[in-house]
T-cell receptor, first 112, second 116 residues
């Protein structure tokens, strides 16, 4: 069965510190992987995606993610967090037919 | 290019009523998917429409239905509302439908449904 695990429910970091959000997936075929961000009361905004090729992908807002097939992971990173990055982050696996499986999300708090 | 739009943004209904939510995809996008988001269950896939046909369906009861029009706009309907149907309903559009994977989905702001 397909599934996505985000082990960290909530993370707190200081502004300017680095960030890594973990994501592990279980999927039988080649995974189509995505990271989305959601601010309160809003929809989901795409940060980045991985389909194939270079395993380190760059996204918007200074985010990047690395696909590691051997670890079934797709962790999201940012070298220096800004207060505006506080939000909920979702990792997703896209299945044939545009059916997405989402993780439970990681809530990020940024301390000034 | 305008993003995905959803109407209405907020809705309050009572148990037993029915509700229709609307979604207009990004221009040129032909696939529309619907998701339910709740604090307890997270984001769950409802169904996907492509070329006016439901192609994929999640594990929801038959009270949840949808349709897609020739201009790719989509509606979802929930009949006989229950308290547990209170949620944020998100619509997402994709340009194409890949045979071996998933195209990028772009989400609308959602419709917040409250069932009293």
């Amino acid at each position: 069965a397909q599934s996505v695990t985000q082990p960290d429910i909530h993370i707190t970091v200081s502004e300017g510190a680095s960030l890594e959000l973990r994501c592990n997936y279980s999927y039988g075929a080649t995974p189509y992987l995505f990271w989305y961000v959601q601010s309160p009361g809003q929809g989901l905004q795409l940060l980045l995606k991985y389909f194939s090729g270079d395993t380190l992908v760059q996204g918007i807002k200074g985010f990047e993610a690395e696909f590691k097939r051997s670890q079934s992971s797709f962790n999201l990173r940012k070298p220096s967090v800004h207060w505006s990055d506080a939000a909920e982050y979702f990792c997703a696996v896209g299945k044939t037919g545009n059916q997405f499986y989402f993780g439970t999300g990681t809530s990020l708090t940024v301390i000034p | 290019k305008a993003g995905v739009t959803q109407t209405p943004r907020y809705l309050i209904k009572t148990r037993g009523q029915q509700v229709t939510l609307s979604c207009s995809p990004i221009s040129g996008h032909r696939s529309v998917s619907w998701y339910q988001q709740t604090p307890g269950q997270g984001l769950q896939f409802l169904f996907e429409y492509f070329s006016e046909t439901q192609r994929n369906k999640g594990n929801f009861p038959g009270r949840f239905s949808g349709r897609q029009f020739s201009n790719s706009r989509s509606e979802m309907n929930v009949s006989t509302l229950e308290l547990g149907d209170s949620a944020l309903y998100l619509c997402a559009s994709s340009r194409i439908r890949l045979a071996g994977g998933a195209d990028t989905q772009y989400f609308g702001p959602g419709t917040r449904l409250t069932v009293l």
